[in-house]
């Protein structure tokens, strides 16, 4: 089963195309490799897309940490902040290689929400350029403006460590969201910022205390692209209750993250985890959010993910298993991409 098709909130293909070195890299995505989006695979599984993000990885000794979150309890220290000059450097990489993917016919980058359901219609893979991590923007937007015009339509102020933005939360089980500061006065400045250029602000990854600020300060609805319901697994990284609900006062999407450790009730990043526990996840989260407000985050080629969906060709493991949950046809098809696209068409100025 390969329709609906898939357009999901989160994907680490560029990072994982740096870490390999791009020209490789780009070969293997369009012709197949071992990571969980290529342009087979997405076509075996009928993905179609999604936001690929652009992410400076942290130096040294936090390699490694998807192995260490395997442990029944860990809490894994903060990495240090990344300075502007390393963060714009490998930045501007990676975004070169989206580029380059699209020169090669991988796929297209989309900075509208027709451009996108063209895509879904035509089998191309519609790429939305976003960031995980505002550490490669200066204080003063320059680089902003400039990648508003590269096609950046989506940001997360912070990944999991301190910036000069705010907090993100530690990789730490169990947890609450609650942990570190919220936004610093700059913080603010860049969700007003992206708030009148139309582009997304991502609440993933960041601290509850950040998430309100976001909440109090911008006009468009709330999003997380790639986070889960912390009432199932109680990780800093998913969403309380009272966090989903404000996302579905203001027309807000949540994507489910299909992180094992996200989606475990005992945290731990082993994919031995069964469809119906994303199906779980997908159904509190129906309850809180509404129909309109829930999506598909994959998180893939950032995460270990159920063995049942494997990577991007096994996506029907999951079409099927909302159908076996008794989901009819059009909440599927919603979690599937129609809801991205609607948050996208209220959020972007098009
Ligand atoms: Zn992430």
Partial sequence: MKTPPVFDGHNDVLSRLYKR????????????????????????????????????????????YLERMQAPEYDLPLPPEVPLAEAQKIAWKQVETLRQLEKDGGLTICTDTDAILHCISSGEIAAVLHMEGAEAIDPGFETLDRLYEAGLRSLGP????????????????PSNP???????????????????MGILVDTSHISETGFWDIAAITDAPIVATHSNVHAICPHSRNLTDKQLAAIAETGGVVGLNFATA????????????PVSMMVRHLEHMVRIVGEDGVALGSDFDGATVPKPIGDASGLGALRQAMTDAGFGTK???????????GVLKRTWRQ
């Avoid at 942990?179 to 969700?191: A, E, F, N, P, R």
């Avoid at 996200?262 to 985890?273: A, P, S, W």
């Fill in 21 to 64: 070195g791009t020209s490789g890299g780009i070969r293997g995505f369009l012709t197949g490799d071992d990571g969980h989006i290529d342009v087979p695979k997405s076509r075996l599984g009928g993905f179609a897309g999604g936001f690929f993000a652009v992410f400076v990885p942290s130096r040294g000794e936090f390699s490694g």
């Fill in 178 to 196: 609650d942990i570190g500061g919220g936004l610093t006065d700059i913080g603010k400045s860049l969700v007003r910022k992206c708030n009148r």
């Fill in 331 to 341: 909440l599927i098809e919603k979690i599937c991409y129609k809801n991205w696209v």
């Fill in 158 to 173: 912070v990944w999991s460590r301190p910036t000069p933005y705010g907090d993100g939360v530690p990789f730490r089980f």
């Fill in 262 to 273: 996200l989606l475990r009730e005992d945290g731990r990043m082993v994919d031995d985890v």
